[in-house]
Each structure stands twice: as C-alpha cells, then as structure tokens.
C-alpha cells in the first residue's frame, strides 16, 4: 500500500508534464519562432564551450577523492534552461500547444 502512495502522485506529475508546449510572443510567426530558439541554442553551446560547463561547478566525489564534472543529464538540463531563459529575455512565454 505504501508504494502507492508514492508512485500515483510520481506519475500523475510525469503525465502532466507530458503536455506539449510551444514558445509564443506576439506578433512573432514560426519562421521567427525558429530563428530565435536556434540563436538561443547556438548562443547557449558557444558560452558552454567556452566555459567548459556553463559554469555548473564541480562536485566533490569522496569515491574519486577528486572534483568531478557535472552528468551529462546535468549539464543538458543546464543548458535547456539557459536557452529557455534566452527566449524569455527575447520576449517569448511557452504556452500549451492547441490541438
């Protein structure tokens, strides 16, 4: 019974987080759409190879007794944020897609 209690909220969260979204701004078409997010991206993979990580400090890992990068999934997460605050700062809010 105690799983339960755990696992219906855990995917009633991963269902509701299924929902797509898409970037909007007023008076922006999707060829405009498209430009910005590929300038956010690009502009996000040149400051992350210029930082080496976008600046997602290194953690210390007891096992290594060394400093270790950030995961992969961490540093991916790192950059979508980075490219979705890109957008924000452009003017855009994501919105559910109408079906």
């Known amino acids: 019974m105690r799983a339960h ?4 909220p855990l995917f009633a969260i991963a269902l509701a987080s299924c929902a797509e979204l898409r970037w909007q701004k007023a008076g922006a078409d999707e060829a ?3 430009r910005d997010l590929s300038a956010c991206s690009k502009l996000v993979r040149d400051k992350g190879a210029r930082a080496g ?3 997602l400090p290194p953690v210390w890992d007891p096992r290594f007794g060394a400093p270790v990068g950030p995961t992969q999934a961490e540093q991916q997460l790192q950059e ?3 490219a979705d605050a890109c957008m924000r700062e452009r003017g855009y ?3 559910p897609l109408d079906k």
């Open 93 to 95: 809010r994501l919105v």
């Open 53 to 55: 990580n976008l600046g």
């Open 32 to 34: 405009a759409v498209s």
């Open 5 to 8: 209690v755990i696992v219906l």
């Open 80 to 82: 979508r944020q980075a």
